[in-house]
């Protein structure tokens, strides 16, 4: 199985800070990377597949990056609505492993 | 558009199985990968498998023994079965839709969860 790594676990932000997500594969997976958001209690939401594309509706401060192994998530000017738990997710090959996640809390 | 909603018993003893419906509500089940996903305390999310409206399936290894998937296009739903069931199976069950973009599996709509447990 691919392994997916983030980093940090959590971490505290003000509003408007920038904000930078790492998630590492084990191995190569191009670009088959996606990222997603998700808030206790509710259905998480995709904000970026294929590494770089910003889903239809997701605000333009979300950015993603990275290929083969290294990929970013940031986040340019940190909203009230935007504290939660971030995850990537890998769909180069079965089983599709996801990240731990990253908590995004406020300072 | 496309909702999902995990439905099931929230408790479940050790050895039974674990039975999850997942409805589709704004949309057909047809020409689309459903996923079922679980997250356990404290740690991240686990795909444990999805199935196509023709009934193939592609399970997580780690399950596949004790895992069976079906779609029931006549009610628009699909479920999960998970046998032999111990207190490791207790977590957040989620059910997603995969569309495929360029070969992308992207879960881009998901439930809100359902909590089972597994204790006598």
């Known amino acids: 199985d691919i392994q997916m790594t983030q980093s940090p676990s959590s971490l505290s932000a003000s509003v408007g800070d920038r904000v930078t997500i790492t998630c590492r594969a084990s191995q190569s997976i191009g670009k088959y990377l996606n990222w997603y958001q998700h808030k206790p209690g509710k259905a998480p939401k995709v904000l970026i597949s294929g590494a770089t594309r910003l889903q239809g509706g997701v605000p333009s401060r979300f950015s993603g990056g990275g290929s083969e192994t290294d990929f970013t998530l940031t986040i340019s000017t940190l909203q009230p609505e935007d504290f939660a738990t971030y995850f990537c997710q890998q769909s180069y090959s079965i089983p599709w492993t996801l990240g731990q996640g990253t908590k995004v809390e406020i300072k | 558009q496309v909702q999902l909603q995990e439905s099931g018993p929230g408790l479940v003893r050790p050895s039974e199985t674990l039975s999850l419906t997942c409805s589709v509500s704004g949309g057909s089940i047809t020409n689309n990968y459903w996923n079922w996903f679980r997250q356990t305390p404290g740690k991240g999310l686990e795909w444990i498998g999805h199935?196509?409206?023709?009934?193939?399936?592609n399970y997580n290894p780690s399950l596949n023994s004790r895992l069976s998937m079906s779609v029931d296009t006549s009610k628009n739903d699909f479920s999960l079965r998970l046998s032999s069931v111990t207190a490791a199976d207790t977590a957040v069950y989620y059910c997603?839709?995969?569309?495929?973009?360029?070969?992308?599996?992207?879960?881009?709509?998901w439930g809100q969860g359902t909590t089972v447990s597994v204790s006598s």
């Open positions: 997603a839709r995969s569309i495929v973009t360029s070969d992308n599996f992207v879960m881009d709509v």
């Open positions: 199935i196509y409206n023709s009934g193939s399936t």
